[in-house]
């Protein structure tokens, strides 16, 4: 016998049932097949003893004394969305039916029964798939934490790399610019061998430049160093650079309340949506804003570019830009984050992420 299968024979029901024929003869039934059944006659006294967990299910008669099945069925599902739910009743109607659905109920059931399993498979059925949801909660849970540890390894590879390359090409690079301007300095007045090793040189500022550009793609030391709003500065000025767009960014002093991984977290987040305004939107203009207001880390990306379908993109059908999205908004949720984007097509996008400062204070700095 499986795990699964030694759970099912043992469910706890919590039935609410004010008529004592009825519920007698259900209680047998249910006892027959293994299941531990507690009995109360009310609404009223269900919700007083009810425990989520204490009991695996809760069997409800729509129809009682004092509050109904469906009022039963609104109070628990407050606290408790997921709990499995079923609602009995011997006047089926289509409106109450519809409410039940709507409420959230796992099964509506009509009265009498005519054999046993009309109530057990439902049960049986209701149970397993809370188990299901709680399961996938775990595991989504699981996968949230997973994907932050990948990112601290990732961004300490990176690190580590770009560290290097300064250390050792940057530094090699900056040697031979200094010899070269020593021998440029001696090369006679517009002599052949002045021109050409003026022409080195502008190779040489060409693919230190690279280098430079290469080690903050990669890792920016000055995120290390300085913090999040001084990144994110000069971020914006590669981005002018290569990009063309006209881009304007005003920050608050926030670095105290961030840990170097969030930061992390959010500076790539952020050269993700501008890169995709001006890649994917076209946006001639770009407003990036970083502060700290009601409570939160804030960053706002508006752009006046095309626009797009936020439905569409976040559900993954829109190729690396919804991939893009989609990444940022899972990045943020390891740390209470949310993504608000705010787009029409053609008419611009404004999209916000924040952290809760109270849960950016208690990121444990890994990197």
Do not use: W
Not at 4 to 28: C, F, G, N, Y
Not at 35 to 46: D, F
């Amino acid at each position: 016998m499986s795990t699964t299968d030694a759970k099912q024979l043992h469910i706890r029901v919590l039935l609410i049932e004010d008529d004592p024929e009825s519920a007698s003869s259900m209680i047998v039934m249910l006892r027959r097949r293994g299941m531990k059944v507690s009995h109360v006659l009310s609404g009223e006294e269900a919700v007083k003893v009810f425990d989520s967990s204490a009991f695996d299910v809760v069997v409800a008669d729509i129809r009682l004394g004092g509050m109904s099945g469906v009022d039963v069925l609104r109070e628990l599902r407050r606290d408790h969305p997921d709990f499995p739910i079923i609602l009995l009743t011997a006047f089926d109607t289509i409106k109450t039916a519809i409410e039940a659905v709507q409420l959230g109920a796992h099964d509506y059931i009509q009265k009498p029964l005519d054999k046993i399993d009309d109530l057990i498979e439902p049960i049986r059925r209701a149970v397993r798939h809370s188990e299901l949801i709680t399961e996938n909660a775990a595991l989504k849970d699981r996968l949230q934490r997973l994907a932050s540890e990948i990112l601290v390894t990732e961004e300490k590879e990176r690190h580590g790399l770009a560290c290097d390359f300064h250390d050792t090409v940057g530094q090699s690079l900056a040697y031979a610019k200094m010899k070269l301007e020593a021998a440029l300095a001696a090369a006679p007045e517009n002599s052949a061998s002045g021109g050409s090793l003026k022409e080195i040189r502008g190779i040489l500022d060409d693919v230190i430049q690279q280098v430079r550009t290469l080690i903050f793609n990669v890792s920016p030391p000055i995120l290390y160093d300085l913090g999040l709003e001084a990144a994110l500065d000069s971020l914006v000025v590669l981005a002018r650079k290569n990009d063309g767009a006209h881009i304007h960014y005003r920050t608050g002093d926030v670095s105290a309340l961030l840990s170097r991984e969030l930061s992390v977290v959010l500076f790539r987040a952020v050269r993700e949506l501008l890169n995709n305004a001006a890649k994917y939107a076209k946006a001639g203009n770009i407003t990036i804003e970083l502060a700290e207001r009601d409570g939160t880390v804030a960053i706002t990306v508006e752009d006046d570019g095309v626009g797009f379908d936020a439905e569409e993109v976040l559900a993954y059908k829109a190729d690396h830009f919804g991939y893009g999205l989609f990444s940022v908004r899972e990045r943020l949720k390891n740390y209470d984050g949310k993504m608000q984007i705010t787009t029409r097509k053609g008419g611009g996008t404004r999209i916000t992420l924040s952290v809760p400062v109270q849960k950016a204070k208690k990121v444990q700095d890994s990197l």
